[in-house]
């Protein structure tokens, strides 16, 4: 799959107030983009169904970040963390299982 034109970044905050800033590369999310340009949609259009795609995770659902490293990051940035995959099951009915 080529790469995106621009990045796609998630912020947010943890319990003690510190932001935290990521690039998204999902999969499921750079997918996205090449579809919505496939139809023409344009730029703004692109960006707003991936800001609603991501809103509908966060809101409607349990959404996992699965985080991951590039050696070339490590060393000279504060956070070398990239989003590497979302996982957006239901939200949890209150059933858990156990694996012992």
């Known amino acids: 799959m080529p790469p995106l034109p621009y990045d796609i970044k998630l912020v947010f905050e943890d319990a003690h107030g510190k932001e935290s800033k990521m690039n998204i590369l999902d999969w499921e999310i750079s997918q996205l983009y090449w579809n919505l340009e496939k139809k023409h949609a344009s730029e703004k259009e692109i960006k707003q169904g991936i800001k609603e795609k991501i809103f509908w995770m966060i809101e409607q ?37 156990s694996l012992f």
Do not use: A, C, E, Q
């Open 61 to 97: 659902r349990d959404l996992y970040l699965y985080l991951g490293t590039m050696r070339r990051m490590h060393g000279w940035t504060k956070n070398p963390f990239t989003i590497i995959g979302l996982f957006y099951p239901p939200v949890s009915t209150g059933y858990t299982s």
